[in-house]
């Protein structure tokens, strides 16, 4: 028997603006809140389906260095362009991390500056 990830846990400033931002992202709703600020995001079947939970844990004070996490995000309805194009009006901006203009993907900041990149590959919704 293996593990599986069942949640990943982002810290951040404001949870509720990020909770916003990637549950337009991912169609995701909220799931919990908790007495912290902490707010868990997911799919609307909620905790231990296929896709993995988010929980964005308030932390009054960043954390020092790059987060060694991202998140990859591919477009499920429309193409990568026009799911581009979503991303930003919904707040993502361009991130610049020396790319060379001939990755297969683009690399993104959520609104509180954490990276995560829009991949190529169009993938099933589930």
Do not use: Y
């Amino acid at each position: 028997m293996a593990c599986r990830i069942s949640e990943l846990v982002l810290g951040c400033h404001d949870p509720e603006v990020l909770a916003r931002f990637w549950c337009a992202v991912l169609d995701f709703v909220v799931l919990d809140t908790e007495d912290d600020g902490s707010i868990e995001i997911g799919p609307r079947e909620g905790f231990g389906g296929a896709q993995p939970t988010l929980v964005l844990s308030r932390q009054d004070e960043p954390e020092q260095g790059r987060s060694r996490l991202h998140i990859d995000v591919n477009a499920t309805d429309r193409d990568r362009d026009a799911e581009l194009a979503r991303l930003l009006a919904l707040g993502a901006r361009p991130a610049e991390v020396g790319q060379t203009g001939q990755e297969q993907w683009h690399v993104l900041l959520d609104p509180e500056g954490n990276e995560f990149c829009l991949l190529k590959a169009r993938l099933n919704p589930l």
